[in-house]
């Protein structure tokens, strides 16, 4: 079966420090991943994919993910934040096992400090 | 160009009645998804459609069903309605059978009362 675990339900950073959201995954065969971010009263926005390409994804808005097999993860990361970019933040993973189907995280609501 | 389309946008339904939700993928996709996203959780994921035909299915009770049509819109049926049943229900379409990329719509919220 696959699941998807996001490290911390509340995120709180300064305006310019790094970001740093955590997600790790299981999945019995290789698997799609997501980050997307969703902002109050809004639907997902895709921030950024791994489809087994390489395993450093970029993304939009200056965020970026690494893939990492050996420990199931996926985390995402931002150099320098942003005020805009406080929202919540969903890790999913996408598989098909016959069925198609995709997994979302419980989410991670990042908050940036002025 | 149109995003995904979902309509309509608010709803307020009574315990045991039966809702119907629209969704318009955009122009050339020919696959959507539906989810419930309940109040400070992540979306979860109930049908997958592709070509008409229903591709992948999650842990939802059969009140819930779904179908595509010919242009590619699809509805969500939920009959019976629950309290449990409000939530915001997401439609993602893609071009892709695999989802490699979900374009989401804004979302109908659902309330039960």
């Known amino acids: 079966a696959q699941s998807v675990t996001q490290l911390g339900s509340h995120v709180s950073v300064s305006e310019g420090a790094l970001v740093l959201l955590r997600c790790n995954y299981s999945s019995s065969v290789p698997p799609y991943l997501f980050w997307y971010v969703q902002y109050p009263n809004q639907g997902l926005q895709l921030l950024l994919k791994?489809?087994?390409?390489?395993?450093l994804v970029k993304g939009i808005n200056g965020f970026e993910a690494e893939f990492k097999k050996s420990e199931t993860s996926f985390h995402l990361t931002k150099p320098s934040a942003h005020m805009s970019d406080a929202a919540e933040y969903f890790c999913a993973v996408s598989v098909n096992t016959g069925g198609f189907k995709t997994i979302f995280g419980a989410g991670t609501r990042l908050f940036v400090k002025a | 160009d149109a995003g995904v389309t979902q309509s309509p946008t608010h709803l307020i339904k009574t315990r045991g009645q039966h809702v119907t939700l629209r969704c318009s993928p955009i122009?050339?996709?020919?696959?959507v998804s539906w989810y419930q996203q309940v109040l400070g959780q992540g979306p979860q994921f109930i049908f997958q459609y592709y070509e008409k035909e229903e591709r992948g299915r999650g842990n939802f009770p059969d009140r819930f069903s779904a179908r595509q049509f010919p242009n590619y819109s699809s509805e969500l049926n939920v009959n019976a309605l629950l309290l449990g049943d409000s939530a915001l229900y997401l439609c993602a379409s893609s071009s892709e059978r695999l989802n490699t990329e979900a374009f989401f719509g804004q979302g109908t919220r659902l309330t039960v009362v």
């Open positions: 122009s050339g996709h020919k696959s």
């Open positions: 791994y489809t087994s390409a390489a395993t």
